[in-house]
């Protein structure tokens, strides 16, 4: 693959105009409160999900932990197909159209069907993340590693700019629902979870289209399942004689945990507790 190619290099940057619609748009806004709002009835926050009670904002807890578990178990396994085969296009498009599916299908998810939600939900964000694995893989392919700092910026700033454009939008929704013509309280919320998925699809199409079907191939073996676990041991070997090292990865973690926690539960803690 050409690397420092312009073409090339705006259309992966692309894809983060395409897909940080839902960590902003749906996730860190729209998304809690709405859920707040239909499973809160009076003074009672106790949902019921597959016949146990939790309190909501417990459960949504559980439904975005469960999803990151699931992608760290399985991202060492998703690398060694990155690294190990030509197919990171294909299984990038797979989480991307599972994530987007999920996202619009949350059009359906109403107080009578909190298992449907909750299910979305965990399916949608696992797709986003699983098609990031890929979508990371590209970058020291398609750019010189003097320019990877840059182009990884680049796409960052595409993804801001895209989502924010998209989340004013549905805000308005919001704030003037008769001027669309939407007379249920849930309607612009509802309507919101549809259109987000259809941005992700719609513009992830630039992505796919210019990326090059074939990509860089080291070699096929039939160790790629297993490289990625491979090189998670070798780097734990290499951990423990790193004191430095260690204090760093804790450190980042401890940190990292921190902004999550406000990035995905800052609205919903708002929508209880200032009960916006």
């Known amino acids: 693959m050409i690397q420092n190619n312009r073409k090339i290099i705006n259309a992966w940057a692309f894809y ?13 806004t729209i998304f809690p409160v709405y859920y707040n709002t239909i499973t ?22 559980y439904a ?36 987007a599916a999920s996202c619009s299908a949350m059009y359906f998810f109403d107080s009578g069907s909190i298992e449907l939600g909750i299910v979305l939900v965990i399916l949608a964000t696992i797709g ?20 990877h700092d840059r182009v990884s910026a680049y796409g960052f700033a595409m993804g801001y700019i895209g989502s924010s454009i998209l989340l004013i939008f549905c805000l308005t929704f919001f704030k003037y629902p008769d001027v669309y013509g939407m ?13 987000v998925g259809i941005w992700w699809v719609v513009f992830s199409q630039v992505t796919f289209f210019t990326l090059p079907k074939q990509d860089f191939i080291r070699f096929a073996s039939n160790r790629i399942f297993t490289k990625g676990y491979y090189e998670i041991k070798k780097v734990w070997t290499e951990l423990k004689k790193s004191t430095v090292l260690k204090r760093y990865l804790v450190a980042f973690l401890v940190f990292e945990m921190g902004i999550q926690t406000v990035m995905y539960l800052a609205t919903l803690f708002g929508a209880k507790e200032l009960k916006m």
């Open 64 to 99: 975005l932990s469960l999803s990151f578990l699931i992608m760290s178990l399985i991202s060492p396994f998703l690398s060694g197909i990155a690294d190990y085969t030509g197919r990171k296009k294909l299984f990038m498009q797979i989480f991307c159209y599972l994530g």
């Open 16 to 28: 983060d105009w395409a897909n940080s619609v839902y960590p902003l748009v749906i996730i860190s």
């Open 183 to 195: 007379t249920e309280p849930d309607t612009p919320a509802r309507i919101t979870f549809l259109l």
């Open 40 to 61: 809160s009835v009076g003074n009672s926050d106790v949902v019921e999900f597959f016949g146990v009670n939790y309190k909501n904002s417990s459960l949504y807890a």
């Open 128 to 147: 986003y993340s699983g098609s990031l694995v890929f979508y990371n893989a590209y970058l020291p392919e398609i750019a010189t590693s003097n320019k």
